[in-house]
């Protein structure tokens, strides 16, 4: 009896997919990447896809494309946390790499929260479990950032060793598009969904330490807030209404 190709298919994706080459959350070529990989037609690559999904190793999300099926973290927003905190607490292996640091002028959207005309930046790229996960830019106040170094940073976040008392932080989160320098970071098509957590943190006295920008594809985070009901009303608070202009 003749195979059956799509089932050929499936079987070679799934092997890749266990063996590692497909990494949990990673995005898979394109239908037309993989008929021309598998010299197949894309509604044949398609039934190998929908069955793999079936059997829920693959998943198709708006943006993406497919993707290998992973479970996102999710990220508790009741309390002041570094990021590898979030992922060890999640039983994942969390690594991060700095993509460039540097003194710079102080970016207009910062100026707003630290006023001085320097401040130190920092882009880094945070891996989970090997894979692109968030990418993070910090904007620190000239006088902190001065004792830092690069390997500093490297190791260890920002809130670590601050030597200053935190107080708290605000943190607002929004959604945006992948451009192609996010997309090529976070292994990710351009143009696919992004979620946006921006912080601005104090220290005891109220005065703003850091200024930094969260930055995950959106399929592998969820964000999670308790919401206690406040004299039986079960509203969202801090809602914001963005002005499209």
Not at 153 to 174: K, M
Not at 181 to 203: H, N, S
Not at 220 to 243: K, M, N, Q, Y
Request: glycine share 6%; hydrophobic share 40%; net charge negative.
């Amino acid at each position: 009896m003749r195979p059956i190709r799509y089932r050929i298919i499936a079987e070679d994706l799934r092997e890749r997919i266990t063996s590692g080459e497909f990494r949990l959350g990673a995005v898979l070529p394109s239908e037309a990447d993989l008929s021309a990989t598998y010299e197949a037609s894309r509604v044949t690559v398609r039934r190998a896809l929908e069955a793999l999904r079936s059997d829920g190793l693959v998943e198709s999300r708006q943006g993406f494309g497919w993707l290998v099926s992973a479970e996102p973290l999710r990220q508790d927003l009741t309390r002041l946390a570094t990021l590898d905190g979030q992922l060890g607490a999640a039983g994942v292996r969390s690594e991060r790499r700095i993509v460039s640091f540097g003194f710079r002028r102080t970016p207009p959207r910062v100026r707003e929260f630290l006023s001085g005309r320097t401040v130190l930046e920092v882009v880094r790229l945070h891996l989970a479990d090997d894979r692109p996960f968030a990418r993070v830019t910090v904007w620190c106040r000239e006088d902190l950032g001065a004792a830092l170094s690069r390997d500093d940073v490297e190791r260890s976040a920002f809130l670590e060793q601050l030597p200053v008392r935190l107080g708290g932080a605000t943190q607002t989160i929004g959604a945006d598009a992948a451009s192609s320098a996010d997309a090529e970071v976070l292994d990710v098509p351009e143009g696919a969904p992004l979620l946006v957590a921006e912080r601005v943190t104090r220290d005891r006295s109220d005065q703003v330490v850091l200024v930094s920008e969260h930055v995950f594809p959106a399929h592998l985070t969820r964000f999670v807030v308790e919401l206690p009901a406040d004299d039986g009303l079960l509203e969202p608070a801090g809602l914001r209404i963005v002005d499209p202009a």
